[in-house]
């Protein structure tokens, strides 16, 4: 379905009613729920499917998305392990359970799933790799963030996400060293960080996050030179 097209309901609705043992039936009731944001329901539609195909991973990880977009992360891993434990090859299911488990707050877990989804699939090195480094920043390891981000950056010059993480990286490191004295060290950090956000400018990143960022790391720069 396009980003225009409004499901059929009707239609969706007859199908479940006619052939309510059909997985596919619920599934797709369930994605064009999602699709119009009626998450609470989807999640319902995918639950019947995954009863009646519990073999399949399709159900699950569809379900596990909504989860996420619903804020119950623990319930989304749940989901994710099991739409990767009905299929073990396929790496789009381990980015899911490691996005479910970085949002759970296991971010060790989520690590873990990162790094074996880049052994696995080379189509999904990048995204894993940049998702590593969020998870090792969102669990306080700036050095192992930036490092990723760093090896994301170098990997694909163009990649403005890994320019843009690398920068928040610097920035929060840089507010450690600054509240800890460290008014060189900081000032390293936020002009680095400056320098990562203007390349993701040049990239495309042209989000109201990004320019918000530019202007933070404005201020401290400010804030690090009354340090002084």
């Not at 170098?154 to 008014?183: C, Q, Y």
Request: hydrophobic residues 40%.
């Amino acid at each position: 379905m396009s980003e225009t097209e409004t499901p059929d309901f009707a239609d969706l609705d007859r199908r479940v009613r006619e052939s309510p043992s059909d997985p596919n039936a619920w599934t797709e009731r369930g994605q064009a729920r999602a699709d119009t944001g009626e998450y609470e329901q989807a999640v319902e539609d995918f639950a019947r499917a995954c009863g009646l195909a519990p073999k399949s991973p399709v159900p699950f990880a569809k379900r596990a998305y909504c989860l996420l977009l619903l804020e119950r992360p623990a319930e989304a891993v749940d989901d994710a392990a099991k739409a990767e434990e009905n299929a073990p090859k396929d790496a789009k299911y381990l980015m899911l359970h490691g996005m479910a488990c970085d949002a759970a707050g296991d971010h060790d877990a989520a690590i873990a799933i990162y790094t074996r989804t880049m052994e696995l699939d080379p189509r999904y090195f990048q995204g894993a790799l940049n998702n590593r480094g969020v998870a090792h920043a969102s669990k306080g390891d700036h050095e192992s963030a930036i490092r990723d981000f760093s090896d994301a950056a170098r990997i694909h010059p163009d990649d403005h996400r890994a320019f843009a993480n690398r920068a928040v990286s610097f920035l929060e490191r840089g507010e450690t060293k600054m509240d800890g004295g460290d008014i060189p060290g900081a000032e390293a950090d936020f002009r680095s960080g400056l320098a990562d956000l203007e390349k993701a400018l040049d990239l495309g990143a042209g989000t109201p996050e990004v320019e918000g960022l530019v202007e933070h790391v404005r201020k401290l720069m400010a804030r690090a030179e009354e340090m002084k």
